[in-house]
């Protein structure tokens, strides 16, 4: 436990705190693992963060590891195996549109078009900070990332979403001010 204080929002739950001090914010260039956050807050949208935590591991075992490759040939089968599934959100609109966002992602690569390069274009590969005291819902970043990814095919990635997904990939440091993480990930 570190013995400075973290963000409040990961002071009430374990598994929330465990994924503050060791995941949240951590710069992440990886395409795969970037598509896959994004797809998980996909999922989030209209749910508390913790719902999609929890199911983390089902959600992995259900889309077989997010390999976009793998996703991009699921048809109605496995559609109606996920609305099934227990262990993860069961909303068809969020499956359908993470099959559509894998295909997405291919049509990306086969154009020659790097996700984790496109992905950190929008802040010429820096890590943007907030202000630590106000976290918006969204911003105008987060807003045309939401249009160039929706103009590349891309679903339930509107801005909120996708400033969601920022901070949680690194993109923008938004851990609070006197957090011990927004030091670290700064220097």
Known sequence: MPSSQRCTWAES??????YHDEEWG????DPRALWEKLMLDGFQAGLAWITVLRKRDA?????????????????EP??????GNAGIIRSRAKIEATIGNARAYLEMAAGGEDFGEFCWSFSDGAVLVGDGHEIPAKTELSELI????????????????????????GIVNDHAVGCFRREELIS
């Open 146 to 169: 939401s249009k160039e990814l929706k103009r590349r095919g891309f679903k339930f990635v509107g801005p909120t979403i996708a400033y969601a997904w920022m901070q949680a990939v």
């Open 78 to 83: 496995e559609v109606e195996r996920l609305l």
């Open 26 to 29: 951590v710069p992440e260039r």
């Open 59 to 75: 959600f992995r075992a259900a889309f077989e590891g997010f390999e976009p490759e793998r996703v991009a040939e699921y048809g």
């Open 13 to 18: 739950d374990p598994l929330m705190r465990a």
